[in-house]
Each structure stands twice: as structure tokens, then as C-alpha cells.
């Protein structure tokens, strides 16, 4: 047959390529998870470890515990973990960490980006471990990675260092989510941002949160994140700075934020 009769027309290669990127979004999969281990996946982790890029796991109502629902990682891949609930506080996971059995909420450290987005949950009593690097981020930690997270809380974590968020190196897109009662041992009761971080902190609360050193709320270490449209009252800071402590090179921009006095 000849070059010109199997040539493809412009308007057929179109509907092909249409098509196919239609195929791409169908075959996007939701992965149900039930905090008694029922659903798709028993754990959360097992339905991130099983997921492909693209698919949403969806969190039902309730308190996650035990293991797979804590020291969560994000294997690198582009997913959607949300709660499915009315608020963040329908979809609780619950680290029942104590002195000796150190666990946090999530650990992002294999490149995750914007595309990598946790939504709509609570990630509460976490203990970092208590050697480097794993001190850091008693709630979450994200190391050379981006999430994006919206719609969140983590309330009571603790940590050497950013006893509810540290972010290394990460521009991560945070907004409207509550960073509430955590607890540092040295250094940002609240986030604790470092080496070369610049995340945008958007419609943040940032409250009763405390530290045995510097930035009860939120420490600025060498790097150069966003505040914006916060607000921030009622941290403590046992050295300075209830609301920041700067150090380095640091940057931060503040933008329509209300704060009020700290203990």
C-alpha cells in the first residue's frame, strides 16, 4: 500500500490524540480507604504504595491509626489524598505517638510536587524521631519536596524542630489549613522553615503553638517564604519571638496578616 493511502489525515490524528488523552483521564482510579481497614487499600500507605500517578485516595469519616496511617511517604508520585468529609476534622489521623515510640503524620522527601496534594484531614499527636533528620516536623516533613496542602490541620505534634510543619528546601503551596497547639524543643513552636525553602503560607492559622527556644509561631531560617492573609496569635516562645525568629539569610515576606500578642 502506498505512503499517501495509510498516511493518517489531520482530522483523524485529532479525534486520536483527543481520544487518547480521554482514555488518560478515565483511567484515573480512586482508591477508598476506611479507618477499620475496610476499602480498597487496609492502610493508607498500602493505597499510596498501590496507586498510580493521577489517582485520588479518599479518606472516609473517622479516626486513621495504627501503622500505614502514620510515618506516611509519598513514594514521589502525583496523588490526591483527601478526607471526605464536612471539614478537616472528620478524618483524623491520629499518630498516638508517645516518648519512645516517636511517629509523625507525613514524610515527603522523594520529589513530590505541586501535583502531590493532601486535603481536607487532621494530622494530630505526632513526635518526630530524635536524631537528624527525622527530629524535624513532629505533624509533617517535606525535604526537597513541594506538596501542596490545603484545608488542613495539625494540632498537638511535637518536635526538636517545627513541632507541627518543617519545610527543607520546599516551595510548597499551604493554604487555609490550622497549625494549632504544637510543641518545639529547641527552635519554631508552629512551621519551621529552612535551607533554601520558599513556601506560600496562605490563610493560615497559627495558634497556641510554643517552643522551649525561638518562633513560637514560625522560624525563617536561611530561606524566604510567604505569610499571606494569616493570622497568627496566642504562640509563645520560651527565648524570643512568640510570633518569628529570623536567622541567615532569611526573607520572609508578610502580607494582610493579623497578629496579635503572644505569651
Known sequence: ???????????????????????????????SVEPDGSGDAPTIQAAIDAAAAGDEILLSTGVFTGPGNRDIEGRGKSLTIRGDGAAPSDCVIDCEASTGAERRGFYFHEGEGPGTVLENLTVRNGIAPSTQP???????????????????????????????????????????????????????????????????????????????????????????????ASTVHQNSA???????????PAALQVRHCIVGEGN
Do not use: K
Open 134 to 228: 527525622n527530629e524535624w516536623g513532629g505533624g509533617i516533613l517535606c525535604v526537597d519536596s513541594s506538596p501542596t496542602i490545603r484545608n488542613c490541620r495539625f494540632v498537638a505534634n511535637q518536635a526538636g524542630w517545627g513541632g507541627g510543619m518543617l519545610f527543607w528546601n520546599s516551595e510548597s503551596e499551604v493554604s487555609d489549613c490550622w497549625v494549632a497547639d504544637n510543641h518545639a524543643y529547641t527552635n519554631g513552636g508552629g512551621i519551621y522553615c529552612t535551607t533554601g525553602a520558599a513556601p506560600t503560607l496562605r490563610g493560615m492559622t497559627l495558634v497556641g503553638n510554643v517552643t522551649d527556644g525561638r518562633g513560637g509561631a514560625l522560624v525563617v531560617n536561611s530561606c524566604a517564604p510567604t505569610l499571606e
Open 238 to 248: 520560651s527565648s524570643s519571638g512568640s510570633f518569628v525568629w529570623t536567622l541567615g
Open 1 to 31: 500500500m502506498s505512503r499517501l493511502q495509510t498516511a493518517t489525515s489531520p482530522a483523524t490524528l485529532m479525534l486520536l490524540v483527543a481520544s487518547a488523552g480521554f482514555v488518560g483521564i478515565a483511567d484515573a482510579a480512586t482508591w
